[in-house]
């Protein structure tokens, strides 16, 4: 059992930065993946990015390439999403989940979730 916890959301401008971070109560196993997702009021819950636990290899989705920045820490046993850029479609509730299925782009796939943290980004 893994739990999550993520912090960091709030309100900002749009060209504006926040880091989110998402604490583990334990490291995840060196095979699994930390994955950000976001769900905005009335849509499905979107894939972001994905960072494997052990490894740098990062994915990302194409609307955040090259203005998102995932990472962690395995020592603090924290992950990262550092969100520059920001445009009023990145408003939206940003979850992270931790899978033990592989890189997966898939909500489901995900065994374990943080309770999420609001980002709103102003016009």
């Known amino acids: 059992q893994v739990q999550l916890v993520e912090s960091g959301g709030g309100l900002v401008q749009a060209g504006g930065s926040l880091r989110l971070s998402c604490a583990a109560s334990?490291?995840?196993?060196?095979?699994?993946?930390m994955g950000w997702f976001r769900q905005a009021p009335g849509k499905e819950r979107e894939f972001v990015a994905a960072?494997?636990?052990?490894?740098?290899?990062?994915h990302y989705s194409d609307s955040v390439k090259g203005r998102f920045t995932i990472s962690r820490n395995n020592a603090m046993k924290t992950g990262y999403l550092q969100m520059s850029s920001l445009k009023p479609e990145d408003t939206a509730v940003y979850y992270c989940?931790?899978?033990?299925?592989?890189?997966?782009?898939?909500?489901?796939?995900?065994?374990?979730w943080g309770q999420g943290t609001q980002v709103t980004v102003s016009s």
């Open positions: 334990r490291s995840p196993l060196s095979t699994y993946y």
């Open positions: 960072i494997r636990w052990s490894a740098s290899n990062t």
């Open positions: 989940g931790v899978s033990s299925k592989g890189l997966s782009n898939v909500a489901t796939e995900y065994d374990y």
